[in-house]
């Protein structure tokens, strides 16, 4: 039974994958070789350079986590600020609308001339590509308590801090990991455009698509996103696995089973 239930779960997705595969080699084929590279050529030039790719993988991740990091504490700082104060939420929530909608590349140069030709730049790119969706499930998740539990909090004459760690943190999990599930993948994306849209450094997986696509290089570009897909689904994972031991309680979690 639980062979059966492995099989089903994994072999939709490689089946899936097989077809993806097989499609991009016909493509590939039937097009010239500096517009798309085949498969054996992209599975090549991994294999040739298996440590240039992990160390620029692992500058990605580098920008991925402190990105993940800072926007998470503020925008939950900022949730229970707006869960608290009302004003806050007044105030911060167009300035967070207009910088969600604004695109990335429009604010990412100048971001260089203030933090400086390095790293940081891209640590706060994609911080902002993943800031408001972290925001609002934070916000809604610590508003997701139960009315009774609630009202039984304020008989007992909880203060603030033990009605936020007993009651609106745990409500908030749920949204918070749907949120992680969100901006992990989406960490990914942002750390590469912030690779694309600054300069002064050329680590990164982004900085080596760039910079293969000026030389033409067709199979590193490949070769680079399927090691972007990877990790992005690598973070997907792990995120799922985290979810499924801390919301173990949760309802949602046994109607899954």
Do not use: K
């Not at 910088?99 to 429009?106: C, F, G």
């Amino acid at each position: 039974m639980i062979r059966r239930l492995r099989l089903a779960t994994w072999l939709p997705p490689l089946v899936a994958l097989a077809l993806l595969v097989l499609v991009w080699q016909l493509v590939a084929l039937h097009e010239p070789p500096h517009a798309v590279a085949t498969v054996p050529a992209t599975l090549s030039e991994l294999a040739d350079q298996p440590g240039m790719f992990a160390s620029n993988a692992l500058v990605t991740l580098q920008e991925v986590a402190v990105g993940l990091a800072t926007s998470f504490a503020v925008a939950f700082a900022l949730a229970v600020a707006m869960v608290h104060v009302e004003v806050v939420e007044r105030a911060v929530m167009p300035l967070a609308v207009a910088l969600n909608v604004t695109p990335v590349i429009a604010y990412a140069p100048g971001l260089v001339f203030l933090l400086g030709f390095g790293i940081a730049p891209r640590y706060v790119v994609t911080a902002i590509v993943v800031f408001f969706p972290f925001l609002v499930n934070s916000l809604v998740g610590l508003r997701s308590v139960d009315p009774r539990a609630l009202d039984l909090f304020r008989t007992l004459d909880a203060s603030r801090r033990e009605v936020l760690v007993r009651l609106r943190l745990p409500s908030s999990l749920p949204f918070l990991f749907a949120a992680a599930r969100i901006c992990l993948p989406l960490s990914v994306v942002g750390a590469v455009v912030a690779e694309f849209t600054t300069s002064g450094s050329d680590a990164g997986l982004g900085s080596v698509i760039a910079s293969a696509n000026q030389q033409l290089e067709i199979p590193v570009i490949y070769a680079s996103i399927i090691v972007l897909a990877a990790l992005g689904l690598a973070l997907t994972l792990a995120v799922s696995l985290v979810e499924r031991r801390v919301l173990s309680w949760h309802p949602s979690r046994s109607r899954s089973r």
